[in-house]
């Protein structure tokens, strides 16, 4: 089995920064990795993505040049910095894991084995 434990969300105003982190333990390696979020009263949509090399990234278009995601792969833990947030950004963001050898940078939830508990990101106008 695996587990993700997210952090780093806080309370923060417009044009501030987070960086979000995501520890994995267990026996089973996780390839592409990716942060969604969910808004209350909207569906979880993605965000960010990355393959286990790095070779493929992709981004929502909404946080395009202003996320950044990364990963360590000697720590098992992938981050998602955010700069210039913004109110809308405001959501509980997950960190979800694909078990897939092959996998690269999906944005489609179904894609993912493996999805953390969360950790809520509040932006204040």
């Known amino acids: 089995q695996v587990q993700l434990v997210e952090s780093g969300g806080g309370l923060v105003q417009a044009g501030e920064s987070l960086r979000l982190s995501c520890t994995a333990s267990g026996s089973t390696s996780l390839y592409a990795m990716g942060w969604f979020r969910q808004a209350p009263g909207e569906e979880r949509e993605f965000a960010a993505a990355?393959?286990?090399?790095?070779?493929?990234?992709t981004y929502a278009d909404s946080v395009k040049g202003r996320f950044t995601i990364s990963r360590d792969n000697a720590k098992n833990t992938v981050y998602l910095q955010m700069n210039s947030l913004k109110p809308e950004d405001t959501a509980v963001y997950y960190c979800a894991g694909d078990r897939t050898v092959s996998a690269r940078a999906g944005s489609r939830k179904d894609a993912y084995d493996y999805w953390g508990q969360g950790t809520q990101v509040t932006v204040t106008s």
């Open positions: 990355i393959s286990w090399s790095g070779a493929y990234i």
